[in-house]
């Protein structure tokens, strides 16, 4: 039977936790919250806005409702601190500061509400309702995409041209709704190989309102290369990449993955928590690599580090970009070199790629002949098929 998320998620026990340097605020809390219909699990802290990341870590509540002591920016700053680590943990502060300087900051680091003291009854319970129903809305539908990682073994390995190619080919010719998101956090380029757009938003704004983000909102800030494909860029400048923290990539790979069938990302080679966050939740790694030693050697090395962290081989796929036939190295060396199976080879043409790349037209649209772009269309047909259910593992056996 269907039930209502929203009332299905009024039965569910809704953890709050009651913060409060006051005994009298604790009691009056408690008094107040027993009007609510649903089912409540209460605890009531003494203290202030430094007992929160204590709390969120020990006992995971849904909401927590602190009062607060100074009521001011330096309070919120402290907040701040603890805020990020826990983006599915809503906080509501209470205080009679409501200028709208106070409100602006505290939405900015991740506040639901600023709710005036004295408390007002209704006021408390509506502003539950709103957190109820924004658990229900996050419950209630499973993330419906797969995320795909490219990861380059080297430096030009070709990483970005084919996770920015294959995201538009699976999104022209298969008729996905995909997202291609850069976190190559450090000069990343995704963006400007299917699009000369100026961004308006980058991957930095989207983790600083993190605590704002839906589907509608990355939607938004993508540039919006077809109806179905959307592109997150990497910031413009590196140091705008600073503030970027690993929870906050994780909840933007998991709304993705909540609202397109495909999610692409172009991974950093620096195997820094970022990227590993963004790998936990890929389904497949796509290392790509060349056939020459150098790449060889790095594949060698990523393949290990990759295994160390856990991902098997059902996981990491190798792609071999620029395959020419007579080359020195062969993919059946390069196979046996690694120990490891090559899933798919793309191959060299440097002409039609240097075309794209430099015009920022993706190879399917602007030579779709070539033989990169059918290799393209034939991997995005092979992701797409499995992806409509049945074996979505089937398409990662290796092409022959
Ligand atoms: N199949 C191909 N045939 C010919 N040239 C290619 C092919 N794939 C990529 N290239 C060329 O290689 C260059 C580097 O590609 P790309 O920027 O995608 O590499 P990358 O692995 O993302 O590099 P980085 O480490 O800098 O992020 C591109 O500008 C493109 O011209
Ligand atoms: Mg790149």
């Known amino acids: 039977m269907h039930r209502d998320p929203i009332e299905a998620s009024k039965a569910a026990n809704l953890k709050i936790a009651m913060v409060s340097s006051n005994v009298r605020t604790l009691e009056h809390l408690r008094e107040l919250l027993t009007g609510w219909d649903g089912s409540l699990h209460l605890t009531a802290v003494p203290g202030g806005v430094e007992q929160i990341g204590r709390i969120a870590e020990q006992e995971h509540p849904d909401l927590v409702l602190v009062e607060g002591v100074r009521h001011d920016g330096d309070e919120l700053a402290a907040l701040e601190r603890v805020t ?57 539908p499973k993330r419906k995409g797969k995320i795909l990682s490219f990861i380059g073994c080297k430096g030009g390995s070709g990483a970005t041209f084919l996770a920015a190619n294959l995201a538009y080919a699976l999104a022209e010719l298969e008729k996905k709704q995909v997202a291609l998101i850069d976190l190559n956090c450090q000069f990343g380029d995704a963006s400007w190989y299917l699009s000369e757009r100026v961004p308006t938003a980058t991957l930095a704004d989207i983790a600083r309102q993190i605590h704002r983000l839906d589907g509608a909102f990355l939607a938004s800030s993508m540039i919006r290369v077809l109806p179905n494909l959307g592109v997150l860029p990497a910031p413009e400048e590196p140091d705008q990449a600073l503030h970027i923290r690993p929870e906050q990539v994780e909840a933007l790979l998991w709304v993705a993955a909540s609202h397109y069938d495909v999610v692409i990302v172009d991974c950093a080679r620096s195997l820094d928590e970022i990227t590993v966050r963004a790998m936990d939740q890929a389904e497949t790694i796509f290392p790509v690599l060349q056939l020459t030693l150098p790449f060889v050697r790095d594949a060698k090395r990523l393949i290990r580090a990759l295994a160390a962290l856990g991902y098997g081989r059902d996981k990491v796929k190798l792609l071999v970009n620029r395959h020419e036939k007579g080359a020195a190295i062969t993919v059946e060396e390069v196979a046996q070199a690694l120990r490891y199976e090559v899933y798919r080879t793309i191959p060299n043409s440097f002409n039609a790629v240097a075309a794209s790349v430099n015009q920022g037209v993706p190879i399917v649209k602007l030579a779709g002949r070539d033989p990169v772009a059918k290799a393209l269309r034939e991997m995005a047909a092979a992701l797409a098929a499995t992806n409509q259910g049945g074996g979505w593992l089937r398409s990662l056996l290796p092409a022959r």
Do not use: D
């Not at 009679?96 to 300087?101: I, R, T």
């Not at 007002?120 to 996050?138: F, H, M, N, S």
């Open 84 to 140: 990020p680590r826990f983006p599915s943990m809503a906080v509501i502060m209470l205080s009679p500061n409501q200028s709208a300087e106070f409100l602006r900051h505290g939405m900015r680091i991740g506040l639901r509400e600023i709710l005036p003291l004295p408390i007002a009854r209704e006021a408390l319970l509506e502003a539950l309702g709103r957190i109820q129903q924004r658990l229900a809305v996050a419950a209630a």
